[in-house]
């Protein structure tokens, strides 16, 4: 008989039917009360206890927060590197396919009579070292915005040079390029096809105002975003007719007709219309895209008498601008040529020191009366020696090195030309070496020398294409002498026209028809090998900055 304490026997017995259940049940309430009794409470958690419990547990949660925090970053680091990575990737491919189906060789000049098209490489003021140089006072508080504007958001040690534009024909390996073109302005638009086209690559902005409701139009400030544009203008001459109700009396005409269609075409003067290009239309830099016909040696325009310059700063995109934008928040568009004979120089006191290629930071020239030897001294007395040639460079950079000086609201003052017929650091020696191909100004016949006095610009440092019809088109390109100073001298007018081409020997010395007897050169008469662009761009919310590097490839197979 199982018997416990502190029972009543009267009730076990009374419920004995169902005992081990009411016993198990009574012990444990038994016990309690019997403990109860004796006193022995169990214990609890005292505060402190509890204070330390919960102060461990906000740990645990504080290191939690945080480990998410750093994943979630790193994740939305990660996300902004490859959506960067895959925009400039995406740019770089567009890029690499235009430049491999360039029309024509690089060999200027070219006959137009060929149809091959052309090629213009710009190079504008700005270069990496100066990016932001001559930025103007977009919040009108007298002071350049680099300076302390404040409209300065962004580092200035993100920028690169931005300022450079592409401009060729192009012919597609695959499908036909498509495009818009309206028979009548403002109407409806009808969609075209070619297969080939004349494309233009450059940075562009929005005008907007700053902070303080100021804005430079027209000029680019620094609050305002860069972007990469890519121009696809379809070759379509069969066109003409049906554009012909376009007028082009004004730049601003011509501008609305590049707004509302897609179609390579040039301003017929003479007509009052517009009129659709070829390919050998396009070898003449007066029918490209932003260019604008100036009459040589006009009387409007005596102090650059010559050739045909870019029309704006900013061209237009397309009434679609959405598809001619190819990359956003753009902070350098940097073209630069293939100089075989570029100096690569190294300081001669530390043999260890980097290689330096014209624009790298520490490259320094020597005085414009030295020439460039194995060994030389720069005017601040700093000794380099010439270690090797070969280099990617701006057009031009010798003469301007560094890049035009600009006063604290951005006024250029740009650095005077050499007065000598040998252009500022020729990179000849004594021993023969040969000079650097893009170091200095264009050629002088080109009439591509000169800068126009706006603090905006029009762009001088040019390789372009050219075109061997200039030296038979009965327009007298060369109304003074053959100069013996650098610039060419204004004086006596010379009468002969198209002396390079007249089966004469019109200067007396050469031959006939010898190359100083042409009217005109091309601003660089090289062939160019290649070409590089790099693109880099931000990433405003994690300020990350990617960069990408495509080079064009033109010596012939």
Known sequence: MLLMRGCDFRRRHRFNHCAGHWLETHRVVAGRSRESVRGGVRRGLTLVELLVAVTLTLLVVLAVVQAFQILGDSMQQQRAMLELSGQLRTVAQRLQEDLDSITCPLQPPIDPSAGLGYFEYIEGRRADLDSLAGVTDGNADGVADPQGGTTNVQPQSYYGDFDDCLMFTVRSRGKPFRGYYTPTPGGASVVVESNEAEIVWWVGWKDTPDATGNDNVDIWDLHENLVVYRRVLLIRPDLTAAISAYPCTSLTLVNQFFTENDLSARPNLAAGHMEANSLSDLTDRKNRYAHWPIPPNSATNPTNPGWLIFSARNPKAGVYEGSDIVLGDVLAFDVRAFDPDAPLVQLTADPASPVLRPGDIGFALPPSSASLGAVFQTSAGVEYQLVGRGAFVDLGYSWNYPRPNFNSVGVAALKPISANAVPLYAFNSAAGNPASRFATRPHYKSRLHKLLASPSGDYADTYDTWS??????????????????????????????????????????????????????????????????????????????????????????
């Open 468 to 557: 061997t019809g200039y030296e038979r088109d009965g327009i007298n390109q060369d109304p003074d002498p053959i100069p013996v100073t650098y610039p060419q001298p204004t004086g006596v007018g010379d009468l002969v026209i198209d002396e390079g081409t007249n089966g004469l020997d019109d200067d007396g010395a050469g031959g006939v028809d010898d190359i100083n007897e042409q009217e005109t050169s091309p601003p660089y008469p090289y062939p160019l090998r290649g070409i590089e662009v790099t693109v880099r761009m931000l990433e405003f919310g994690t300020r990350q900055v990617r960069q990408v590097s495509v080079v064009g490839d033109f010596v012939p197979e």
